[in-house]
Structures are given as C-alpha cells and as structure tokens.
Nanobody, 126 residues
Framework: QVQLVESGGGLVQAGGSLRLSCTAS????????MGWYRQVPGKQRDLVAT???????NYADSVKGRFTISRDNAKKTAYLQMNSLKPEDTAVYYC????????????????????WGQGTQVTVSS
C-alpha cells in the first residue's frame, strides 16, 4: 500500500527557516510529479510548489525566491526548503503525488493517482 509521510513542520519566528520532507513508502516502481500544497482553515488548498520526475519546478508567486522544492528519486522523497518565512505562510502543508506505479501481486504493476500525505502544521509567529 502506497503512503506519503510528511515531517519537518513546527513553530518558527518570522524570518526563520524550516525544511519539510515527504517520503513515499510501499512497493513503488516510479513516481511522477511531487508537490506541496497548503491550507488554512476555511480556505481552499493552494499550490505551493511542484517538481517533476525530471526536476522541472513550479512555484506559487507568493513563495518564489523564498521556498525551494527538491527531490531525491532514489529515496522517493521530496523536500521543501522554506526560508524568510512570514506569518502568512502559516498553514497545514500537504504533500501530493499525482501518479505512482507500484508493484502488484496479481497484476505485476498497478498505477494509482492523486496521493496525499496527512499534513504537517507550519506556524510562523510575528
């Protein structure tokens, strides 16, 4: 069974840094785009950054120049380095993978779509 496990959230003062990690577990053969989204209570979940399997990145305008997304394909892990944090960055951050190919006992391999982690809280104090 494929799961995404996030870590690295916490409380930090404005101007500080945090690094989030997201690791995909299970009998995984291939992973497509990995991304980070964030959500505050009462609002929709918004894109923060994505990275393709080839390393192409995309960022929300609000985080460009401050956040960096990266991935280690061998470790099936994506990272989000967050610098110069602002109080408005406070949110629950969710990891997402849009497509995974995993081993399957009966079919050999099976693809799945749109996986989400459990979320990790990031709080930036002013």
């Amino acid at each position: 069974q494929v799961q995404l496990v996030e870590s690295g959230g916490g409380l930090v003062q404005a101007g500080g840094s945090l690094r989030l990690s997201c690791t995909a577990s299970g009998s995984i053969l291939n992973i497509n785009t990995m991304g980070w989204y964030r959500q505050v209570p009462g609002k929709q979940r918004d894109l923060v950054a994505t990275i393709t399997s080839g390393g192409n990145t995309n960022y929300a305008d609000s985080v460009k120049g401050r956040f960096t997304i990266s991935r280690d394909n061998a470790k099936k892990t994506a990272y989000l380095q967050m610098n110069s944090l602002k109080p408005e960055d406070t949110a629950v951050y969710y990891c997402n993978v849009d497509w995974i190919l995993a081993r399957d006992r009966t079919m050999g391999a099976k693809e799945g779509f749109d996986y989400w982690g459990q979320g990790t809280q990031v709080t930036v104090s002013s």
